[in-house]
């Protein structure tokens, strides 16, 4: 739902030129809001899986252009197998639950890290998502599964190496730009601003190219619980930082 004329109270009086585009979030503190009351951790990715809802339904709602979730990192194979099929089932879950509201509020499915090892019936979900909301021009949704950073840019640079070795390019010629159409994310913009859950300070493999200019903004809430206050709140915070990409002037967010 791109809807320009929807503005909440709490964004009320920040102008919508210093609102990020483009936000990211490191989705953490599942297992701890679980255990804090008792229950299995998959609980708390349970309700983890609602604020994901939550969240992407207000992103479109506000009229960003992008919200890049880390579902899944490279490294969490190493979790306990129940917990990852019981994980690789929730995105199941969502993808075929949220399909018909993904649609109808024109929001665009982007998955994005390595296809290797991720169940075939999770993959055709999610190749079925990005078939039917490809032509989408709303919020574009990407997430990250089976991602790890490091792995993208390797994964890149053996690419670009490929293709010089071939003599398809010339490696003269490779620039910031070349490399950054080589990551999983090519023809996106990178993010404004990176909101992370649960009191980490850490960026975790997550976007380490794409986040170079990111602002960051932490949270103690634990991601089952964090809901639109807690959005506008970062965008809030956002809004008031002074970006000035390495120069002395700040930039505009334009
Ligand atoms: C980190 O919490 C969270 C994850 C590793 C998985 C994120 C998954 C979800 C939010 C649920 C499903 C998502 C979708 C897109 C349907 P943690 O388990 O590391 O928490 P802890 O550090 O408190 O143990």
Redesign the pocket.
Known sequence: MTNAAYIPEALADVPRASWPRHIAII???????A?SRGLP?IE??RR??E??RCVTEECAKLGLKQLT?????SE?WRRPRDEVNA?MD??RK?LIEQRPTILKNHVRFVPIGRRDDIPAEVLAEADRTVELSAKATGLTLC?AVNYGSRGEIADAARSLATRAARGELDPATIDEETFASALNTAGMPDPDLLIRT?GEMRLSNFLLWQLSYAELWVTPR??PEFRQPDLHAAMRDFAGRERRFGGLEPATNA
């Open positions: 989705m953490d503190g599942n297992g701890r809001w255990r951790r708390g990715h983890g899986a604020s994901v979730l880390f579902a899944f990192s969490n994980l929730l995105y969502f997430l649960a634990l991601w």
